[in-house]
């Protein structure tokens, strides 16, 4: 199975190495992918928009011989549902890393614009709970990796219009929450309510970590994975 792995903001294809070669000897084929714009200045990316990024996985899913099954990560599931909404046919399953299925015209989130781009903010600038088990050396690796992205994509409105995305069935590999919490959340958050209860095939799974597992739970997260591809 070809399973193209999305990475969230500031995170490019080697941020999924963790995961790769367990998924290779699963059986599967995976392809990490790094999107337009990442890493480069406003001058090379100051045009690059979301539909871009959409864009790239659909390629990558036109070029796969079979079915997909499309991973997300954060601002990455934007990424795939947009996917799954222009390629509903080929898509086998989407997986959520941390992330929902969000609403037509939504947008990830906004951050602070330097120089054209949107840098890497700092740990410092999430929630304590998504990094309280990432460790010094961790943090200090990754923010080191860390890439800059075009300013736009953030807030870009998620152009979704076919409703067999829903038919499309979705894991949602949680860090730390189970089903019944999530769907508690998700019923105050309406139109990313309505569009979670819309998918007709949705499952749940505490992860256990906090927002990157696949840097402090690489194994957990791994075989979740492979669990989801079926």
Do not use: C
Request: cysteine-free; hydrophobic content about 40%.
């Amino acid at each position: 199975m070809d399973i193209i792995l999305v990475p969230g903001l500031w995170l490019d294809a080697a941020s999924w190495a963790p995961v790769i070669e367990p998924l290779r000897a699963a059986g599967h084929n995976p392809r990490p992918l790094t999107l337009p714009g990442v890493g480069e200045p406003a001058s090379g990316s100051g045009d690059v928009r979301l539909t871009d990024w959409i864009d790239t996985v659909v390629t990558a899913i036109d070029e796969a011989a079979h079915e997909v099954v499309l991973v997300g990560h954060s601002g990455g599931g934007n990424v795939i549902w947009g996917a799954v909404d222009a390629r509903p046919d080929r898509v086998r399953r989407a997986v959520f890393v941390d992330t929902v299925p969000p609403p037509p015209g939504s947008g990830i989130s906004e951050f602070p614009v330097v120089d054209g781009v949107i840098p890497f903010p700092g740990w410092d600038f999430f929630d304590a709970e998504d990094v309280a088990d990432l460790d010094e050396a961790t943090r200090a690796s990754v923010g080191r990796e860390a890439r800059s992205v075009p300013k736009h994509v953030p807030t870009d409105p998620l152009p979704l219009t076919d409703e067999r995305r829903f038919d499309v069935p979705v894991t949602l590999l949680m860090g730390s929450l189970e089903q019944e919490q999530l769907e508690s959340f998700l019923a105050q958050w309406d139109s990313y309510g309505e569009e979670y209860r819309s998918v007709r095939d949705a499952e749940v799974v505490r992860i256990g970590s906090g927002h990157w597992p696949q840097f402090s739970a690489p194994g957990r997260l791994a075989e979740l994975l492979i669990s989801s591809v079926r």
